[in-house]
């Protein structure tokens, strides 16, 4: 099983839509969890991360669901410029912060 | 600031030779990681570093090196380069174990042929 699960997509949404998928992690002693979004051939931005039971950044809500090992984004009012892929990202040792990337979710916003 | 910096953004390599990818950043992070991605494929840890003078291997060391002087830089050296570390290499930093978000800079894309 890998340790960060992504459903790759791509997610074909209608300009103005709501779209939520959802990440799942095996680790269960993971303490941080973030949300990234990379766009064709550039950085992964850190567009919000995930703690406590989750949180809102405009349109933009993450859930964390410690008991199932999950997480979920939605994003309300899609626009355009939200068509990119969605990175899943969850820490695997507390110390030195190391990381562990999911593949990825590919969102497709369509006018 | 210009956060994470990398050069050079593009490079052809042969196979065998060896280069250095360069990092600095300019943010007064203590962390500082290497990755790797492959085509459709999330990113891989190649090493990372705590504090200068501090490094360590990630999931993938094989072929490479790394060093940390300073604070700010963090290079990464190819040895023998070989067709399989053809990728996408992005640098990244984060301040601490309690704040732990990572940024990246802008990747460099390398070709090994």
């Known amino acids: 099983r890998k340790e960060v699960e992504q459903d790759p997509g791509p997610f074909n949404v209608p300009e103005g839509a709501t779209v939520a998928f959802n990440c799942t992690y095996s680790?269960?002693?993971?303490?941080?969890f973030f949300w990234y979004r990379q766009d064709c051939r550039k950085e992964p931005k850190l567009l919000m991360s995930?703690?406590?039971s989750g949180n809102e950044d405009g349109r933009f809500t993450a859930q964390l669901n410690r008991a199932s090992q999950y997480i979920s984004l939605l994003i309300r009012d899609s626009k355009l410029s939200d068509s990119a892929t969605y990175l899943c990202v969850v820490n695997r040792e507390a110390a030195g912060n190391k990381l562990t990337f999911g593949g990825g979710t590919r969102v497709l916003v369509k006018p | 600031n210009a956060g994470v910096t990398q050069t050079p953004k593009f490079h052809i390599l042969k196979i065998g030779q060896s280069m250095t990818l360069q990092c600095t950043q300019d943010m007064n992070h203590n962390y500082m990681y290497w990755y790797r991605q492959d085509p459709g494929m999330g990113l891989k840890l190649i090493y990372y570093?705590?504090?200068?003078?501090?490094?360590d291997k990630g999931e993938v060391p094989n072929g490479y090196n790394v060093s940390r002087s300073t604070t700010e830089d963090f290079p990464l050296r190819l040895e023998l380069a070989a067709p399989s570390q053809t990728s996408v290499y992005f640098c990244?930093?984060?301040?601490?174990?309690?704040?732990?978000?990572?940024?990246f800079g802008p990747g460099t894309r390398l070709t090994v042929t």
């Open positions: 570093s705590v504090g200068a003078g501090i490094t």
């Open positions: 680790n269960s002693a993971s303490q941080s």
């Open positions: 995930v703690y406590s």
């Open positions: 990244a930093s984060s301040y601490s174990d309690s704040i732990p978000e990572q940024y």
